[in-house]
């Protein structure tokens, strides 16, 4: 097929594991469409980024806080309902097992094996005071303007 | 009917089927025949718009014990 590839554009805005659960899968299913994905991290969404180790990184007192309070990596993300203390996530990874789906850190590993362009928004990452040794590889930084070049040819742009 | 690759999606939920789909499917060339097997029930519209989306044709559908079976031709 030589003509111009579509494009699907997800803003990843969330931290709920459900939610990126969500993003994840339809990224993944656009990819098997064909499509150019891009997902953009923003906000809490920027933790299904995080490595799951921590990275020793020079740190503020508000900084290190935020990065106390935030769940490192996809795995850790609470549910967006019944989260019920962290139990909740038990119960749904349970049953993401028994139906044989994939869980969200899987998810993430096959868009980028599928070549999807990951995205952490440069501004939110600074305002979470979060670095780049604390984010997974093979990632980009980037701003409003960039996500805007991908959305205005988007064929298909969310906002979860 | 010359089925040139099978995949074996069974168990799999969405959006892994497609996914695997997609894959097999770019190995093949054009008019080669891929088979897909699932027990995705959602595989039963979700497949033959994927095949459709992307050029491909479905050639035939089957459904037996739980089992889904789509012959799908590569366009």
């Known amino acids: ?160 | 009917m010359n089925v040139a690759k099978v995949l074996d999606a069974k168990g799999l939920s969405c959006p892994m089927p497609v996914v695997k789909a997609k894959k097999a499917m770019d190995e093949l060339t054009s008019g080669q025949v891929l088979e897909v097997q699932t027990t995705d029930k959602g595989a039963k519209s979700d497949l033959p718009a994927w095949a459709q989306a992307s050029g491909h044709k479905v050639i035939d559908i089957k459904e037996e014990n739980g089992i889904l079976t789509f012959w799908i031709e590569k366009g």
């Open chain 1, 1 to 160: 097929m030589s003509q111009q590839k579509k494009k699907t554009t997800i803003i990843l805005f969330s931290g709920d594991y459900d939610k990126a659960m969500a993003a994840y899968i339809i990224a993944n299913g656009a990819a098997a469409y064909d499509h150019d994905v891009t997902i953009f991290h923003t906000f809490w969404g920027l933790n299904a980024l995080r490595k799951d180790a921590h990275a020793p990184v020079q740190k503020g007192f508000l900084e290190k806080m935020f990065a106390k309070m935030m769940p490192r990596g996809a795995d850790r993300m609470g549910l967006s309902r019944m989260n019920f203390a962290g139990i909740g996530p038990k119960l749904i990874k349970h049953v993401i097992k028994k139906h044989n789906a994939m869980p969200l850190p899987q998810l993430i590993d096959m868009a980028k094996e599928q070549g999807m362009k990951l995205v952490a928004c440069q501004m939110t990452v600074d305002l979470l005071g979060l670095k780049p040794e604390e984010l997974i590889d093979g990632i980009e930084f980037a701003g409003v303007a960039a996500y805007l070049a991908d959305a205005s040819e988007g064929n298909v742009n969310l906002f979860i």
